[in-house]
């Protein structure tokens, strides 16, 4: 079964901490994805990675970045939270075109909250 | 510009009526096409999903879908709704960079 696991479901920071979202998964695919997801504003793409060590911005970059190491993780960093990004967070993976038909598999999402 | 609409913000059901949620493309050429749904506090599922080939797309839980690209849509179907359908329902096709581009989602309320 295909498996996207986001380890921190809930969250609590403060206003300027800096804030790390994990995200593993083990279908050894090559692509990864970080979505935000706010009420009345669907599914907004922030970064996705088509391999290691590989970044591209999605719609909504600002404020944060991201890191990968190592192809089965993909992490999410606010530098310096603030209010504005409580939000949930919904990490996802895929596997080239072919193999998964262009599929997209979602984690659980976490739920991150700037006090 | 690729974009993906849901016109219904929020439907609300009888149990054991028929279900129809829009989604409507704008695509250059024939898109990839997803429906996904999500649960309170979860994450999303694939319900279905449209590449190519028969317009008529079943999927799990009792969905199906067609494709109409003279309407330039892809709306989701049910023939008979459950109280555990209730949920977040999202369309989404593929975007260039091989990601997804969303709607906004129609939140589905079923009524006892």
């Known amino acids: 079964d295909v498996k996207v696991t986001q380890s921190s479901r809930y969250l609590v920071k403060r206003t300027g901490e800096k804030v790390f979202l994990e995200c593993v998964q083990d279908m050894d695919h090559e692509n990864m994805f970080w979505y935000r997801q706010d009420p009345g504003l669907g599914l907004r793409l922030i970064y996705f990675?088509?391999?290691?060590?590989?970044?591209e911005k999605g719609d909504i970059p600002e404020g944060y970045s991201v890191s990968r190491e190592k192809k089965e993780r993909f992490s999410l960093i606010l530098e310096s939270a603030s209010t504005n990004q409580t939000s949930m967070y919904l990490c996802?993976?895929?596997?080239?075109?072919?193999?998964?038909?262009?599929?997209?598999?979602f984690g659980e999402g976490s739920w991150l909250t700037v006090v | 510009a690729q974009s993906v609409t849901q016109p219904d913000i929020h439907i609300t059901v009888s149990e054991g009526a028929s279900l129809e949620l829009r989604c409507n493309y704008s695509?250059?050429?024939?898109?990839?096409l997803f429906w996904y749904v999500q649960s309170p506090g979860q994450g999303l599922q694939l319900l279905l999903k449209?590449?190519?080939?028969?317009?008529l797309v079943q999927g799990i839980k009792g969905f199906e879908a067609e494709f109409k690209r003279s309407q330039s849509s892809f709306n989701l179907r049910k023939p008979s709704v459950h109280w555990s359908d209730a949920a977040e329902y999202f369309c989404a096709g593929a975007g260039g960079q091989g990601n997804l581009i969303f709607g906004k989602g129609t939140k589905l309320s079923v009524k006892p």
């Open positions: 695509y250059g050429a024939t898109p990839y």
């Open positions: 449209y590449f190519s080939g028969d317009t």
């Open positions: 996802a993976s895929r596997g080239p075109f072919s193999y998964s038909g262009n599929t997209i598999y």
């Open positions: 990675s088509y391999d290691v060590k590989m970044k």
